[in-house]
């Protein structure tokens, strides 16, 4: 699960969605027990960007996610999913199905920020 940093005076950070991002990748890599060049490799990205994208130093495109995913073996849902978990959120599907049984409109979008916020 990440951890959000708490600072001197108690206001805290949550991480940046390009951070957890990167953790869950360096994590599916690991479980793989690959080196950054050969998942780099079969993403078409070099091993330099692949190292940033995973420390949450690069905010990659859409296409580089999907990418590095597929060459670890994974869907854009199975990395959004493990995303949410590392947030503590649940599943994607969960937040979907509480999110929809909500009336339309404003109050489902601000259920749904609360759901992530929690």
């Known amino acids: 699960m990440i951890q959000i940093t708490v ?13 957890v991002v990167g953790d869950c990748l360096r994590d599916a890599r690991h479980d793989r027990d690959e080196t950054l060049g050969e998942t780099a490799a079969r993403a078409g990205v070099s091993p330099q960007y692949l190292s940033e994208i995973e420390r949450g130093l690069k905010e990659p495109s859409s296409e580089v996610v999907a990418a590095v995913a597929r060459a670890l073996g994974l869907t854009l ?3 959004t999913e493990e995303v949410s978990r590392s947030l503590g959120v649940g599943s994607v599907a969960s ?8 009336a339309s409109g404003t109050s489902a979008r601000m259920d749904a920020v609360h759901l992530l916020a929690a």
């Open 7 to 19: 600072y001197e005076g108690g206001a805290a950070r949550e991480p940046l969605w390009r951070e």
């Open 77 to 79: 849902v199975d990395l």
């Open 95 to 102: 937040v979907r199905n509480e999110v929809g049984a909500t």
